[in-house]
């Protein structure tokens, strides 16, 4: 068997197209032409104006990672040439002298007792748990303290005393050393925030004593030969100078995490001091990362770097040399992610948060860093530390002695939304601009069109069957306008003339209709008057359990013999009306009256447990109505009733001449009771006594009908 589904398929368009209006089609060639000329503009224009701008975005970035690197580069030359000025003015030669001699009068002297108890205080105190905390492990305060004289007496009045010492000029104890210090300290402090520096120290050659600091940290007073910080960076630059250092010249040390810093970063740059060819001591300015962090970062602006930009120093020990921008940022934020990407180990970031960087701490993916070095300026698009793919501009810097890269990098993200951006406008542009067109056109094809749709629509209305009065209006009123072409305008002529006729024709279908519709009311119950209505035809249902009611009406044949007919109808109308009223009343439905019978019947349309004693209830309510009626008219009428309760089949028969009726064996044994049941008594089946209250008034009926007369009062039975 063939498969229907390609047929299905091929019929689709086909119908589609055949379906569709002339005006429509009209409209879509003009917003097809529209589109397609749109589309490819704009594929064009996507396409150029992505590439220019991914074009200025990389011009931009390795602008940006250009001038930053040249600005590091100028401020490591200036570091370098301000020690160098230092180191060659006669002024700073007589300088380290005199601080060497006055540190020797302080050497000669043995310290106080305060001054002793004071440097231990602190150590113990305040050094040592500071560097325990950096360190991770606990930290011997006797190992940290100076040995000489001097350098316990100049700590115990300018360390001890001060929150921050570089604002001690004098101490007040009266030394030779503290008297130079109050001339020339402000001086040397000035040459320091120049240079930006943290600290700039004088150091003497013999033990390489640091003879003067502006900072006056735990370094200040010690030998870097064979003091506590004898291993350091400092200490290891200074003893590369040798004893005959020429003048002029400068050594620079990388960042290292530097002791008497508390563990902070440290750079160094020295140069020699020389009087008359002699080395007279050094000249050494310590820098920490915040000014090359500031550089970096733009004073924590990022111009031109957008939202995720960033500009950082990294060394080839693949560690940073300045601070991550989502570190400056959102401190929290940025540890919580460097955690997540295991960007750094756990010891790393435990120093980034007590430290308060990222310098020497976050480590950066090796192969960009040895790209950065060994290669010239480039641009390429890769993953950056914290695993985000990034367009990265990266260079060496050309500092002597220094192995660092300038690394300037943005999210491929950001990069593209710019794009996304125009793209998404340009849509909404294109998408606006449709949908004036389509407006446009469709009203174009509809003035050009309008004689037809007008027409159509009248037609449709004829082949659907639709009353144009009552459903559409506007569309049968619609004449063609006069300027229309005469075929359109005597076509129109032609169709309204038929429509009038077959409205006629329909206002009498609905008028026949509706006298149906009301006659069904009065004879039928409401549910199957509904469902009449509704077009069911030879329904049937049979009802298990149900009660009927069969009133046989006696005493309208004297009154036709004598011919009062209208006053029997009037009787019989005045009769079923009330009966009707009182069978509402009840819960119980009309079913039919056939001549001088009345049969009612519960539970055959809605479904009653008491169905029993509310047919009952009925008959008993007529008894009292026939004999008021009797009373009032003066026409002696009475009714015998019969009641049985069972299985019914009712329903709906007769095709087209519908007849709601009710049959089957309790019907039947209800109409034989009514016959038999004398005037004015109620005979209820066997069946019907069992689902009746017991305190009812019930004799067993003489006769051989097997049935039961009802004596009692329907207040007496408990039916309300």
């Known amino acids: 068997m063939p498969d229907p589904a390609p047929e299905a398929a091929a019929r689709f368009p086909r119908g589609f197209i055949r379906n569709t209006s002339v005006a429509t089609r009209l409209s879509l060639v003009v917003v097809l032409v529209a589109l397609i000329s749109l589309a490819i503009t704009s594929v064009v224009g996507l396409v150029r104006g992505g590439d220019l701008a991914q074009g200025l975005l990389r011009d931009r970035l390795t602008s940006i990672g250009a001038a930053r690197a040249d600005e590091v580069e100028r401020y490591v030359s200036n570091v370098e040439r301000i020690a160098i000025a230092q180191a060659i003015s006669p002024s700073t030669a007589r300088a380290i002298e005199d601080f060497t001699a006055a540190y020797g009068e302080l050497a000669a002297q043995e310290p106080s007792a305060d001054d002793l108890a004071a440097v231990d205080d602190l150590y113990v105190d305040v050094v040592a748990p500071e560097l325990t905390d950096v360190r991770g492990r606990p930290v011997n305060a006797s190992s940290l303290v100076p040995q000489q004289p001097a350098g316990i007496h100049l700590q115990a009045n300018y360390v001890v005393p001060a929150d921050d010492p570089s604002l001690i000029n004098d101490a007040g104890d009266g030394s030779r050393w503290t008297e130079l210090h109050n001339s020339l300290h402000p001086s040397f402090s000035e040459v320091a925030i120049q240079a930006g520096a943290d600290?700039?120290?004088l150091i003497e050659p013999g033990n390489n004593t640091i003879v003067y600091s502006t900072?006056?940290?735990?370094?200040?007073?010690?030998?870097?030969?064979?003091?506590?910080?004898?291993?350091?960076?400092?200490?290891?630059?200074?003893?590369?100078?040798?004893?005959?250092p020429p003048a002029g010249v400068v050594a620079i040390a990388d960042f290292t995490s530097y002791t008497p810093a508390i563990g902070a970063p440290s750079a160094f740059v020295a140069s020699p001091v020389l009087d008359d060819g002699t080395l007279v001591g050094f000249v050494v300015l310590r820098f920490g990362a915040q000014a090359l962090t500031a550089i970096a970062t733009d004073d924590a602006t990022w111009t031109g770097q957008g939202d995720t930009g960033e500009t950082f120093v990294v060394a080839g020990d693949n560690l940073m040399r300045t601070d991550a921008r989502g570190f400056l940022e959102d401190r929290n934020a940025h540890m919580q992610r460097v955690t997540e990407t295991n960007a750094a180990t756990d010891e790393q970031i435990r120093l980034m948060r007590l430290l308060g960087t990222t310098v020497l701490l976050q480590p950066i993916e090796n192969d960009d860093v040895e790209a950065a070095l060994a290669g010239p300026p480039e641009l390429v698009e890769t993953t950056n530390y914290l695993g985000?793919?990034?367009?990265?501009?990266?260079?060496?810097?050309?500092?002597?002695?220094?192995?660092?890269?300038m690394i300037t990098e943005v999210d491929q993200v950001e990069i593209e939304q710019p794009i996304a951006d125009f793209a998404r406008n340009l849509l909404i542009a294109i998408a606006l601009f449709l949908v004036t067109i389509t407006f446009l056109a469709t009203r174009w094809a509809g003035r050009l069109l309008s004689p037809v749709r007008i027409i159509s629509s009248k037609l449709r209305s004829v082949r659907a069957g639709d009353d144009t009065d009552d459903t559409d209006d506007e569309a049968s009123e619609a004449s063609v306008p006069e300027n229309s072409a005469s075929e359109f305008v005597e076509l129109s002529g032609d169709i309204d003339t038929m429509l009038a006729t077959l409205d006629e024709r329909r206002a009498d279908v609905r008028s026949r209709a509706e006298e149906r519709r009301l006659l069904l009311r009065r004879l039928l119950p409401p549910q199957a008057a509904q469902r009449a209505e509704a077009g069911e035809q030879n329904v049937i249902d049979q009802v298990a359990h149900a009660s009927i009611a069969v009133l046989a009406i006696r005493g309208l044949g004297p009154l036709l013999q004598s011919g009062s007919r209208d006053d029997a109808r009037l009787l019989l109308d005045h009769f079923v009306e009330e009966a009707d009223a009182l069978a509402k009343q009840r819960g119980v439905e009309r079913i039919r009256l056939t001549g001088d019978s009345y049969v009612a019947g519960c539970g055959t349309v809605r479904p009653h447990i008491d169905h029993a004693a509310r047919t009952v209830a009925f008959a008993l309510d007529v008894e009292d109505l026939v004999t008021d009626l009797s009373d009032d008219t003066g026409h002696p009428i009475s009714v015998g009733i019969g009641v049985d309760s069972g299985p019914v089949t009712v329903g709906l028969t007769g095709g087209a001449g519908l007849v709601y009726d009710a049959w089957g064996a309790t019907v039947q044994r209800a109409a034989d009771l009514a016959r038999v049941a004398e005037t004015g008594t109620v005979l209820v089946s066997a069946a019907a006594r069992s689902q009746l209250p017991s305190t009812l008034d019930i004799d067993a009926q003489a006769s051989t009908s097997g049935a039961f007369v009802l004596r009692g009062r329907r207040d007496e039975a408990g039916v309300t």
Do not use: C
Not at 218 to 232: E, K, N, Q, V, Y
Not at 388 to 404: K, S
């Open 199 to 201: 600290d700039l120290y």
């Open 215 to 244: 900072a006056k940290n735990i370094d200040f007073a010690t030998s870097l030969r064979t003091g506590p910080h004898s291993g350091s960076a400092l200490a290891v630059m200074i003893s590369s100078f040798g004893d005959d």
């Open 388 to 405: 985000a793919d990034v367009l990265q501009a990266r260079r060496a810097l050309e500092i002597e002695g220094l192995d660092w890269a």
